[in-house]
């Protein structure tokens, strides 16, 4: 079989194939009914700090050069690290960037909004428009947009997260990744364990998986809506979209497997459980994980592994997808000596 992601444009971004290593500390720590536990490093794609969003920008900067586009434009939180990898893969790519950020955390550390990914944006050099308070977002965003078109330039729009069928297909193409690393080593039950959101990486994981017609399940942890339905939903729908631009059949329904409860109270704001995930595995593993995402998937995953959720002999790969410089802008909830 040819490289099935041939068609599609593609701007290579990322140093690929990120490691695959065991968290045998993680795991002795976790006792001896714990299973096999590997983490894939997305946090080392290489892209400014890294991260999943790097996967998915292949592809949608590809597609944006493809249709003669200049300038990158997407939108997110204060310290959305999809931003500041979109950022930095215009500087690599010679396009701009124009971030459209939304004060919409209800989270008031001290450095969250002057430090962490918000900080690396103006150090990346994009042009970062702050949705005022108050403001009609959308009238904001169609604001912005002609100020681009009215300087003679070609905006190509990715929604937060990058998440459309198009940078799905970083995912997609990572399953495969992941498979062929685990039956290298023989790892034929396995399970990929990871943070959800916006829902790229879980369709693009789904369609990878139906794309080989075998393989690792796929397994996200809520770290974004409220409304877990109504985001199972969405990532089929997404995953649907992703499958037809391949050519093949939507994935079943139930194909998404979502869990729910790890959130806390919004996304974005900190739970204990997602501080004493981060420092758990940065003194078991020396592996940084973040406040937003990983450090409440890993909250999630390591309470599903006390529960049992998981057997014994599945080999449980979590996907590291990034984030770590998120870390400062919630340094008040993690600096105990001052
Ligand atoms: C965006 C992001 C996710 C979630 O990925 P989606 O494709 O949006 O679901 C997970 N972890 C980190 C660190 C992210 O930045």
């Given at each position: 079989m040819g490289d099935?992601?041939?068609a599609f444009p593609r701007f290579r971004l990322a140093h690929l194939p990120t490691p695959l290593t065991e968290m045998l500390r993680l795991r002795a720590a976790?006792?001896?009914s714990c299973p096999p536990l590997f983490i894939k490093r997305d946090d080392c794609t290489g892209l400014a700090g890294g991260g999943n969003k790097t996967r998915k920008l292949e592809f949608l900067v590809g597609e944006a050069i493809a249709e003669g586009c200049d300038t990158l434009v997407t939108t997110g939180a204060l310290q959305s690290n999809h931003a500041r990898q979109t950022a930095a893969a215009a500087v690599a790519a010679g396009l701009r960037a124009t971030?459209?950020?939304a004060d919409m955390v209800p989270y008031e550390g001290s450095t969250y909004r002057r430090s962490g990914n918000r900080l690396l944006d103006d150090i990346l050099g994009a042009d970062v428009k702050i949705i005022p308070q108050g403001a009609d977002a959308g009238a904001f965003f169609k604001q912005v947009m002609a100020a681009i078109e009215a300087e003679g330039r070609k905006a190509y729009f990715t929604p937060a997260g990058g998440s459309t069928a198009t940078g799905s297909l970083g995912y997609a193409a990572a399953y495969g990744e992941i498979a062929d690393e685990l039956s290298k080593r023989e790892l034929p039950k396995a399970r990929i364990v990871h943070a959800s959101s916006s829902g790229g990486t879980q369709a693009g994981l789904i369609v990878g998986r139906l794309l080989?017609?075998?393989g690792p399940a796929v397994h996200g942890i809520n770290v974004y809506r409220l409304d877990t339905d109504q985001?199972?939903?969405?990532?089929?729908?997404l995953a649907g979209a992703t499958a037809e631009k391949m050519g093949l059949p939507a994935p079943r329904a139930d194909a998404v497997i979502l869990e729910d409860g790890f959130v806390g109270p919004?996304?974005?704001?900190p739970t204990p459980e997602m501080v004493e995930a981060v420092e758990l595995v940065a003194r078991t593993d020396g592996i940084l994980l973040d406040p937003v995402y990983t450090g409440k998937a890993?909250?999630?995953?390591?309470?599903?592994?006390k529960a049992g959720a998981f057997a014994r002999d599945e080999a449980l790969v979590f996907l590291h997808t990034g984030g770590m410089p998120g870390l400062f802008a919630y340094e008040d909830e993690f600096l105990t000596k001052v």
């Open positions: 099935p992601f041939a976790l006792g001896p971030l459209v950020l080989r017609g075998e985001m199972r939903a969405d990532i089929a729908k919004r996304y974005g704001v890993m909250a999630g995953f390591l309470s599903l592994i």
